[in-house]
């Protein structure tokens, strides 16, 4: 595919300029994204009303999903009961008229997307899955991630309802990735199928959140004061979480699947999520709801400020 050039990417809250598409026979590069200014947006009343967070959590972590394990009989309940959801949401599909976008024979992740009017899409990702049942005891991955899937699925129906009538200016894609832990498997497939389909990609990845002593919210493997990072971090501090930028926590996630010249990625995390995660401790008591709603409403905030001229 004939590779485009995209200029003049800007913000109405936070202004994202300089988001130029470089290109060559060989290679597409995003020029960094500069912030002048954030404004609090209101989700008003097109909030999400299928979708209750506490509930995708309890459900989620009960032992009829097993922990959500790749390849279990709990992980492949996860991807119909996902699937249900995006289609009473009414998001559109973006591979092949369906919402399972099979990364292998037999596991699939779970995509959907509001249309946009313009060859950009924001991202929103979270993975499903999880490590199982470990020395015969379910390990159920309420923060890990049953959290951020819970808000990935109620950030797409307030935006789905936000935009019901007018669209908004690029695709919002919706992506719960399966095998994250089982090395991002999921997210890799997907950035290989999506690559070319549009001039612009960001995507912002929601793994491990809304833990009661997760102290403040930071950016996994954060290198730096990327802007995409400080546009975030001001979104959260105005929704009334702590933020910090200087805790370099380090892992992996599908963020990593992103990392590429031509896309831009940012994966909200919380600095004291080791002390749970990958144990028996994690489970819906652990969350702090409160944490979610706000980390839910910067997302959306976010996806708001941006605009394409």
């Known amino acids: 595919m004939k590779k485009r050039v995209v200029t003049n990417v800007s913000i109405i809250s936070i202004i994202l300029t300089s988001f130029i598409v470089l290109t060559s026979c060989t290679n597409n590069t995003i020029k960094d994204i500069n912030i ?4 609090k947006v209101s989700v008003g009343s097109y909030k999400a009303h299928i979708i209750d967070k ?83 005891k379910i390990i159920r991955g309420a923060i890990d991630n ?12 307030t935006l789905k309802n936000k935009y019901s009538i007018d669209k908004p200016e690029f695709d919002i894609i919706f ?47 954060n290198k730096g004061y990327d802007t995409l990072n400080k546009s975030m971090e001001k979104i959260l501090k105005n929704n009334g979480l702590e933020v910090t930028l200087g805790n370099k926590i380090l892992g992996r996630s599908d963020s990593d699947s992103f990392k590429r010249p031509e896309m831009k990625s940012i994966c909200i995390i919380e600095e004291n999520v080791k002390e749970v995660i990958h144990s028996e401790r994690d489970t819906p008591e652990m969350v702090d709801y409160s944490r979610l709603d706000k980390i839910s409403n910067s997302v959306i905030e976010l996806v708001e400020s941006i605009t394409y001229d």
């Open 36 to 39: 002048i200014k954030t404004k």
């Open 175 to 221: 992506a719960a990735f399966n095998g994250e832990e089982s090395g991002m498997k999921g997210s890799s497939e997907f950035v290989h199928d999506i690559i070319g389909e549009y001039d612009n990609l960001i995507d912002i990845n929601i793994d491990s959140v809304g833990y009661k002593n997760g102290g403040k919210v930071t950016f996994l493997n």
């Open 54 to 136: 506490r509930t995708v959590i309890e459900t989620l972590t009960s032992d009829k999903f097993e922990g959500r394990a790749v390849g279990s009989k709990g992980n492949r309940l996860t991807e119909d009961y996902l699937e249900n959801l995006f289609k009473d949401i009414g998001l559109s599909s973006v591979f092949n008229n369906k919402y399972r976008h099979k990364y292998d024979t037999s596991n699939s992740n779970i995509i959907g997307k509001i249309d946009g009017k313009s060859d950009n899409a924001i991202i929103i990702s979270a993975h499903f899955d999880h490590i199982g049942i470990q020395d015969g």
């Open 146 to 157: 049953a959290s951020g899937v819970s808000v990935l699925l109620e950030v797409a129906e």
